[in-house]
């Protein structure tokens, strides 16, 4: 599937069609997210298209059936230093990256935010799709915490005319 997508210049990719990031994606594109914590409750504002996240960390367990959506349904505690986010409840037609690695609704994604240093996020990434992959595997990303700045609203739906122009190619 990979290959294929790839094959095809990724003609298919969700982004392309100014459709929601998923989390983890969202990390690796270039726009800004913010993240804010309150008592119970975490929210990741990402700046393509205002989306957010929400990550409950007031105790409460995982659904058993969630309604499956572009980022999941998160709950996260803290164990040391790290907030450990746990996500089930996704779509099934998700891509991870621009390569077209899938997503499934079987996925059950695990990340660790910690921060290494003053200006650096650290979040391992933990995928386990039994649906699209034979085993979990985990990436490590890091990022650069940017102070002093707001997040600009990029709105990718009006008079989006990309797609159009790349579909008759």
Known sequence: MVAQ???DGAK??????????NFPRAFSLPQYYKIVSTPGLMIILHE???SYRQIFTD???????????????????WERDE??????GFRDD??????GSPLTSAARITERFR??????????????????????????????IVVDTELVEEICLENEQDTRLFQKQ
């Open 5 to 7: 997508r790839s094959a």
């Open 12 to 21: 298919d990719d969700p982004h392309a069609f100014c459709l929601p990031p």
């Open 48 to 50: 393509f298209n205002a």
């Open 59 to 77: 105790g409460r367990p995982l659904p058993v059936d969630p309604n499956p959506s572009w980022n999941g349904y998160s709950t996260a505690h």
């Open 83 to 88: 907030l450990v986010v746990d996500s089930i």
């Open 94 to 99: 998700l891509w991870l990256d621009l390569k």
């Open 115 to 144: 921060r290494p240093s003053f200006g650096t996020l650290e979040i391992a990434v933990t995928v386990d799709d039994p649906k699209a992959y034979t085993r979990p595997w985990t990436v490590k990303l890091h990022e650069t």
